[in-house]
């Protein structure tokens, strides 16, 4: 199988200039060894986040959040849909976050002082499941608190159309740091394409993380990422869009909230009108009635330029009851 390892994936930018590092057909499976977001500066609670003392916080923005690429698909040509196909991931025994002053909503706070007073490191121990791997392996947050081992993909995307955009936060309907706890196994990503090849990026990949991501970090970790891609010829969605088992979901970055909510959810109508033959009037009121429509925040934090990530969903279910264009 081929692959991208580790040492090779300390990428900081979606350059569409890059040499790839590798070259794939559709449907051809590969594997991606990342860095955690930290690039392996954070191995015990002793290693804080102090931009000084950090390799790469001399720089403006930061050398973090590194990702690996670009890989090159055989046959992609900009105006294509790229598929990413999410297999598996399979992350290390460690996950950490890292909070301290002027760090997320909080670094500045006087209700606690000891958020915006102290640097704070924890490590969390992974322990395998049944397969002996940490694919259904158990994150121990301390010696009570457990939960499943729950891995996604934080940063994926293809070059931009013209701007070189860094890793840290750049977004866009092309991707970028997103942190979408749906690019997870067994789900399908679907991307505008710009450029001959797709020439897409991963890494950041997260063991676990709650709605918003709150503090600016998850469970960190590093990761061995099993994908493989897919194309559709001749078209491309506005923005990006996941399909599940269960649901689809349309995503949108932008500040404030409201406009990124607002705006995923008129991708879905897009999404319903063009392939699941809605008119535009149930369409509307669809979004407005179904008691299980979605919105969900998937990151809101106040780091850099980063917007804020909604993603509007909805049950397949409803879809089969729908009369297919």
Same mark, same amino acid.
């Given at each position: 199988m081929k692959k991208i390892l580790r040492e090779q994936a300390r990428k900081f930018a979606f350059d569409h200039s890059d040499k790839p590092l590798l070259r794939v057909k559709t449907g051809e499976r590969f594997e991606i060894e990342t860095w955690d977001a930290g690039s392996g500066f954070f191995k015990s609670?002793?290693?804080?986040?102090?931009?000084? #003392?950090?390799?790469? +916080?001399?720089?403006?923005?930061?050398?973090?959040? *590194?990702?690996?690429?670009?890989?090159y698909i055989e046959g992609l040509e900009p105006g294509d849909t790229l598929i990413v196909n999410i297999h598996e991931i399979e992350v290390e025994n460690t %996950?950490?976050?890292? =909070?301290?002053?002027? $760090?997320?909503?909080?670094?500045e706070s006087s209700r606690w002082p000891e958020l915006s007073s102290e640097y704070h490191t924890k490590i969390f121990k992974?322990?395998?499941?049944? %397969?002996?791997?940490?694919?259904?392996?158990?994150?121990? &947050?301390?010696?009570?608190?457990?939960?499943?081992?729950? *891995?996604f993909v934080g940063t994926l995307g293809?070059?931009?159309? $013209?701007?070189?955009? #860094? %890793?840290?936060?750049?977004?866009?309907d092309w991707g970028?740091?997103?942190?979408?706890?749906?690019f997870k196994p067994g789900n399908k990503v679907f991307l505008p394409v710009y450029h001959?090849?797709?020439? +897409?990026?991963?890494?950041?990949?997260?063991? %676990?993380?709650?709605?918003?991501?709150?503090?600016?970090?998850?469970?960190?970790?590093?990761?061995?990422? $099993?994908?493989? &891609?897919?194309?559709?010829?001749?078209?491309?969605?506005p923005g990006i869009r996941i399909e599940t088992?269960?649901?689809?979901?349309?995503?949108?970055?932008?500040?404030?909230?409201?406009?990124? =909510?607002?705006?995923?959810?008129?991708?879905?109508?897009?999404w319903l009108i063009n392939s699941y033959g809605f008119d535009p009037t149930?369409?509307?009121?669809?979004?407005?009635?179904?008691?299980? &429509?979605?919105i969900n925040i998937y990151q809101m934090c106040k780091i850099g330029k980063l917007s804020y990530v909604a993603g509007a969903e909805i049950p397949r279910r409803y879809l089969s009851q729908a009369k297919l264009k």
């Open positions: 609670p002793a290693d804080k986040a102090i931009p000084a #003392n950090r390799p790469g +916080f001399d720089r403006n923005p930061p050398l973090a959040n *590194p990702i690996a690429g670009p890989v %996950s950490w976050i890292a =909070v301290g002053p002027k $760090r997320g909503p909080l670094g992974h322990t395998p499941g049944a %397969s002996g791997t940490t694919m259904d392996g158990t994150l121990h &947050f301390n010696d009570k608190i457990s939960w499943p081992i729950t *891995p293809v070059a931009p159309d $013209r701007d070189v955009l #860094n %890793s840290l936060d750049g977004q866009g970028g740091n997103l942190d979408i706890r749906d001959e090849g797709g020439l +897409f990026y991963l890494g950041d990949v997260h063991a %676990s993380q709650g709605d918003t991501e709150y503090t600016g970090t998850a469970a960190e970790t590093q990761a061995t990422v $099993r994908l493989s &891609f897919d194309v559709i010829k001749g078209s491309r969605p088992p269960e649901s689809i979901i349309t995503i949108h970055a932008y500040r404030p909230l409201e406009e990124a =909510v607002h705006q995923a959810t008129v991708y879905m109508m897009e149930d369409a509307y009121c669809f979004v407005s009635t179904c008691p299980d &429509f979605r």
